[in-house]
Nanobody, 120 residues
Framework: VQLQASGGGLVQAGGSLRLSCAAS????????MGWFRQAPGKEREFVAA???????YYVDFVKGRFTISRDNARKMVYLQMNSLKFEDTAVYYC???????????????WGQGTEVTVSS
């Protein structure tokens, strides 16, 4: 599978963005998908994941604000981000792996990243 993330941009604090991750390959529906982010000067961190069955997981600081979803027919994964904060500014990466996890090493395939900038 190959991944292509998009949807990033500049948004004011309190606003919303929806990130998309387009996958290629015939086995997309069997992959768990995750979103990670890397802020300037910081390590990459887990944001959200969704299993092949649709079970979702979130890091605490995005719960209630971000929603991960997938459309297996379209081979797409989405990250709806609401109530954005300045500290959400980062490059966001989608990733595919065998199981939904907060750990980067569980994901074998990574997209190129899409940049989100939240102005305060």
């Amino acid at each position: 599978v190959q991944l292509q993330a998009s949807g990033g941009g500049l948004v004011q604090a309190g606003g919303s963005l929806r990130l998309s991750c387009a996958a290629s390959g015939r086995t997309f529906s069997t992959y768990a998908m995750g979103w990670f982010r890397q802020a300037p000067g910081k390590e990459r961190e887990f944001v959200a994941a969704i299993g092949w069955s649709g079970t979702t997981y979130y890091v605490d600081f995005v719960k209630g604000r971000f929603t991960i979803s997938r459309d297996n027919a379209r081979k797409m994964v989405y990250l709806q981000m609401n109530s954005l904060k300045f500290e959400d500014t980062a490059v966001y990466y989608c990733a595919a792996g065998a199981s939904a996890s907060a750990h980067e090493y569980e994901y074998a395939v990574w997209g190129q990243g899409t940049e989100v900038t939240v102005s305060s």
